[in-house]
């Protein structure tokens, strides 16, 4: 059973995450339909894509699908992590990306909707990256994807408190491009989309490419990469990271000892 909705109207395809029972928990299964979907809409040629949760969903996607989160020694954020390869495509398909947002966005998710090439947001809906929180340690794609997107003293401060915040914060960091009342989200959405639509393709595609290429050209040594893979390493394979996935499951505050 397709964990999304797809559809496909003046060319612009439209993937609506919908697994409410887990809060659009972005598991192997469900990025793997919305993989799927992309593909299939831009083999029928849609010039847009819009990512989005069901009307009036309370939460957007609760991020990555802790139960997916090895605590055997594993890295947690591989490159052929589901979660990593949604974010690539949705950084390398030819065509502009929407993220349409409503409700609460965790995580993983967070990361899912800054990688989109347009972020619309609905007044009350809210933005939580929350790797400190459960005490996960994050991927050097992914801090470098949110160090493009945000400033850096405002990636630290969400990075570091791992709390919530309004989507009117984050249109003001520049987080996200517009801020609509709920009531005009899909409208809002469709004309931008439908503007989008109506220019050159191979212009746009053009453009997105070199804007990606131009900058993700970050130097990063092999003497720092691997520096930074051995402290993240030490974090899953600690005890604080264990901790941080059982508390999840026990629903209670983790309790951190530095080791
Ligand atoms: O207890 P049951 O079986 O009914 O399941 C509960 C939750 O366990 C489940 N659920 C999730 N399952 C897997 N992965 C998740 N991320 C996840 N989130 C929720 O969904 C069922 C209903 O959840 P419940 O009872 O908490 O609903 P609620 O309405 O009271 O609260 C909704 C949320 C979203 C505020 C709450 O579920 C929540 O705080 N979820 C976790 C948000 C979060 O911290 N996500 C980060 C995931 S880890 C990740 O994305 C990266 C690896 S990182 O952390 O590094 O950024």
Known sequence: MALIQKNLVDRVGTITLDNRKSHNALSGELIGDVLRAMDELLKDEARVLVLRAPAGAKVWSAGHDVKELPTDGRDPLTYNDPLRQVIRTIQEVPVPVIAMVEGSVWGGACEVVLCCDIIVAAEG??????????????????????????????????????????????????????????????????????????????????????????????????????????????????????????????????????K
Do not use: W
């Not at 405002?154 to 003001?172: H, N, V």
């Not at 970050?218 to 990271?241: M, N």
């Open 125 to 258: 809906s809210s933005f939580a990256m929350t790797p400190a929180k459960l005490g996960v340690p994050y991927d050097i794609a992914g801090v470098l994807n949110f160090m493009q997107r945000i400033d850096l003293p405002i990636a630290k401060e969400l990075l570091f408190t791992a709390q919530p915040i309004s989507a009117e914060r984050a249109l003001d960091v520049g987080f996200v491009n517009h801020v609509v009342p709920i009531a005009e989200l899909e409208t809002a959405t469709a004309e931008l989309a439908a503007q989008i639509g109506r220019n050159s393709p191979l212009a746009i595609a053009l453009l997105k490419e070199q804007l990606r290429v131009l900058s993700t050209a970050t130097p990063l040594t092999p003497e720092g990469f691997e520096r930074i893979q051995s402290l993240r390493r030490k974090i899953y394979d600690s005890a604080d990271y264990r901790e941080g996935l059982r508390s999840f499951f026990e629903k209670r505050p983790p309790v951190f000892q530095g």
